[in-house]
């Protein structure tokens, strides 16, 4: 008999003089059978101790077999087990199977879990949660992501739309202005500006603003478009705009300078003209 089957005070030394000596205690078997066999009619139960298993044929130290319970195990200690698996190596402590129905269940009717593992845990097809899919609904997120990423890019696209459709306002504005020649008047339709370097400093000087006004003097490098500088400045009681400020910037780095005082026409701000300078 193989280590580990029987008690450590139990020896078996000849199958038949052991079933002669324990009747009552124990059932062995040279053969092929089972070394206990329990059936009753009235409850359509069998259970054997000891032999093969009735479905796979395979070594079983227990079988039960019934129109209900097949094997049943109860604790009456709170803390106790009432069926307990257990596998020597990589095999299974606790195995179940079915066709159609469900092969192992857990339930609790009171506040403990009905299934708990102690471990890392692999499904092979659908994870349903109170009769969600939770593989479908992985993929929905996965799917969100994705839109969400589609999104933040078209936000860019129109975000840089909306910077050119600026400066191409601006130029416009700057086109007009060029044949106006001169200082404007205070609070003309399209103020314009210029723009020096004088001692390390950018001179920025402008005419044709609302009259001591703060002006927005804002600063855009042509290589890096999306970011820029705001600068604010009061304008002199005739509209013009005097400005200076010491600007840090790569050399050979081109600058682009405009003015607004605030106003608006046809809900978009007035700017003045672009005035590109050259680091």
């Not at 109170?130 to 969100?144: D, E, T, V, Y």
């Not at 509209?239 to 682009?256: E, P, T």
Request: glycine share 14%.
């Amino acid at each position: 008999m193989p280590d580990g089957l029987l008690e450590d005070d139990i020896q078996i030394k000849a199958p038949a003089l052991d079933a002669a000596q324990h009747p009552s205690l124990r059932g062995v078997t040279a053969d092929k059978g089972s070394g206990v066999v329990g059936v009753s009619h009235s409850k359509k139960s069998l259970g054997l101790l000891g032999g093969s298993d009735r479905v796979f044929r395979q070594s079983a130290g227990v079988y039960g077999e019934s129109i209900q319970q097949g094997v049943f195990g109860h604790s009456t200690d709170p803390t106790g087990t009432g069926v307990y698996g257990n596998s020597v190596g990589s095999g299974f402590g606790v195995r179940g199977e079915s066709t159609d129905g469900i092969a192992v269940q857990g339930q609790s009717f009171g506040g403990g879990l009905a299934g708990k593992f102690i471990g890392n845990v692999e499904v092979t097809d659908n994870l349903v949660v109170q009769g969600r899919n939770i593989n479908a609904l992985f993929s929905q997120i996965q799917s969100l992501g994705n839109l969400v990423g589609r999104v933040q890019g078209l936000e860019g696209r129109v975000q840089t739309l909306e910077q050119e459709n600026q400066r191409l306002k601006q130029e416009i504005a700057e086109l007009k202005n060029q044949s106006s020649g001169g200082k404007l008047p205070a609070g003309s339709p399209n103020p314009q500006i210029s723009v020096t370097k004088k001692d390390g400093k950018f001179v920025v000087t402008g005419s044709g603003f609302l009259a001591s006004t703060t002006i927005s003097i804002r600063v855009v490098d042509t290589n890096q478009p999306q970011s820029y500088f705001t600068y604010s400045q009061s304008s002199e009681s005739d509209g013009a705009l005097n400005f200076q400020q010491s600007i840090s910037c790569v050399m050979g780095a081109s600058l682009s300078f405009s003015a607004s005082d605030g106003r608006v026409t046809s809900g978009n701000q007035i700017w003045s003209n672009i005035f590109r300078i050259t680091c």
